[in-house]
């Protein structure tokens, strides 16, 4: 008898904590650090209204689990420390790595991007096969991003910036031989750069990224597991590809 009122007073605790969390948080908001990282995210739609297909994805998987994203734009550095510490619920969107698992929960697959090295000519990338070949190179990427680390690690010139943008004036300016950083949103502030007409892009591999939410943040876990549900729900009913389709992306 002693057991059974043991369980049941187990399964009450569980019950009680399962229904605060539903009854304090279901419907409510979702804190997002984001960075301005188009056509991903984007900070100041144009006339067409479009937020990102990071951001609509999110948003959406989200809605279908009760809840609403509210996106907050700054630099990338400063999203993943705030995030990291519970003053932000959770980042758009963010690639994975090993010393981010301590304070972020990591979605199943969001996307995948190109990863890779602009150069002001193709001549500056002959004979670079990996970012291992880039020691001693002056090299410009945003802060914060698992990239500078793989930097560091080859021994590169690190030249850090606050944004994307950044990091291709610092390229264009010739203040960096090489940018390390993300195709699809670097070609996007590339098109709107006069200066930028030569520049030349090597992909180095295709990375990962996945929505991420802040172990700090109140039934995280359970939140996490709807969204996923609903990434995949969507996934299936094709809402994923008429998102996509709004920016011309047909990857992901």
């Not at 409510?28 to 006339?47: I, M, Q, T, Y």
């Not at 609509?56 to 279908?64: G, H, K, M, N, Y």
Request: hydrophobic fraction near 40%.
């Amino acid at each position: 008898m002693r057991c059974v009122r043991w369980v049941a007073g187990l399964v009450g605790v569980v019950l009680g904590t399962m229904a605060w969390i539903a009854g304090s948080h279901a419907g409510s908001s979702v804190r997002l650090a984001c960075n301005d990282f188009p056509p991903h995210k984007v900070e100041h739609p144009g006339a067409d209204g479009l937020a990102g297909f990071d951001v609509d994805i999110v948003s959406e998987a989200l809605r279908r689990i009760g809840w609403s994203a509210v996106p907050t734009y700054m630099p990338w550095k400063r999203a993943l420390e705030l995030t990291g510490r519970g003053d932000y619920d959770g980042l758009c969107s963010c690639s994975y790595a090993k010393d981010r698992e301590e304070k972020l929960l990591f979605s199943d697959e969001l996307g995948a991007v190109s990863v890779g090295l602009f150069a002001r000519s193709d001549e500056a990338l002959a004979g670079i096969a990996s970012v291992a070949d880039l020691k001693g190179r002056k090299v410009a990427t945003v802060g914060g991003y698992n990239l500078e680390a793989e930097l560091v690690t080859a021994g590169a010139v690190v030249q850090p910036t606050s944004s994307d943008k950044g990091a291709l004036d610092m390229l264009v300016g010739g203040n960096a031989d090489l940018l390390y950083g993300y195709e699809l949103t670097t070609k996007h502030f590339i098109a709107s750069d006069p200066r930028s007409s030569g520049i030349a892009y090597k992909e180095i591999r295709r990375n990962p990224y996945y929505f991420c939410l802040s172990r700090a943040m109140p039934g995280a876990e359970a939140v996490m597991q709807g969204f996923n549900r609903s990434l995949s729900e969507m996934a299936a009913d094709g809402s994923i590809t008429r998102i996509l389709d709004q920016y011309h992306v047909t990857f992901r």
